[in-house]
């Protein structure tokens, strides 16, 4: 018995046939060419130029699933490429380019995997991440000059720490603090909002929030409601 199928019918087969190879062939090229070759050591200036911090990580890749995405992720501290600010097993981003056209930056999902945070301050209100936040140069003659909107639809963090370590009272003071999962949302539109929640180890805890804070006006809005959290060792 032999099936025999209409010339329309072998047309779309051939079609989508072509078309699959069309996209094995260019997610070929570019998680072997274009990503690793390319663009990975431009990612890799770009990033440790903007933080001022040495940037590395082991793969780039992309995933039609996924998005982009980023294996051993490690930020070093500003003074001491030796140390880690902040590392993470891998990061992965989904981003709408078409948005770009549109001076917007959309990501429907941001996920990040084992991320360690060390924060640590030396002097009163001085951390290792001031420089990060205090304004760039410049910033107030661009004051009328919205940033780029921002989306992140929701973002998930799994397995993640952050280490503290305060010495700016004189006795060192080092916690440890482990997060299995966070999740929530943020949106970058004339005002920094973010909300979310934060699971915590110690009694089944969790920590949700919603927060607003004005860029221009430096307004501040924000709830936060605990539970079943360990105050206890402080």
Request: hydrophobic share 50%.
């Amino acid at each position: 018995m032999t099936i025999k199928f209409s010339p329309l019918t072998q047309k779309i087969c051939l079609a989508m046939a072509i078309v699959f190879f069309l996209f094995a062939a260019g997610l070929f090229y570019v998680n072997k060419i274009l990503l690793p070759v390319q663009v990975k050591g431009m990612a890799i200036k770009a990033a440790s130029e903007a933080l001022k911090r040495t940037v590395t990580f082991n793969e780039l890749q992309y995933s039609p699933l996924h998005g982009l995405m980023v294996t051993d992720l490690v930020i070093a501290e500003k003074d001491d490429p030796s140390r880690a600010f902040i590392r993470a097993k891998s990061a992965s981003a989904q981003v709408l380019f078409f948005a770009l056209l549109q001076k917007k930056l959309i990501f429907p999902s941001v996920k990040v995997v084992s991320p360690e945070v060390v924060l640590t301050s030396t002097a009163a209100d001085t951390w290792n991440f001031s420089d990060l936040t205090a304004p760039a140069p410049g910033a107030a003659a661009a004051q009328g000059h919205p940033p780029m909107d921002m989306v992140i639809s929701g973002f998930t963090v799994t397995n993640g720490r952050v280490i503290l370590n305060d010495t700016s009272l004189g006795d060192n003071f080092n916690d440890v603090i482990d997060i299995p999962l966070m999740k929530g949302a943020f949106s970058l539109k004339g005002a920094f909002q973010v909300a979310g929640s934060i699971a915590l180890p110690a009694a089944k805890g969790s920590l949700s929030f919603d927060t607003r804070i004005g860029i221009h006006d430096k307004s501040f809005k924000g709830t936060f409601k605990a539970k079943d959290l360990d105050i206890d060792r402080y």
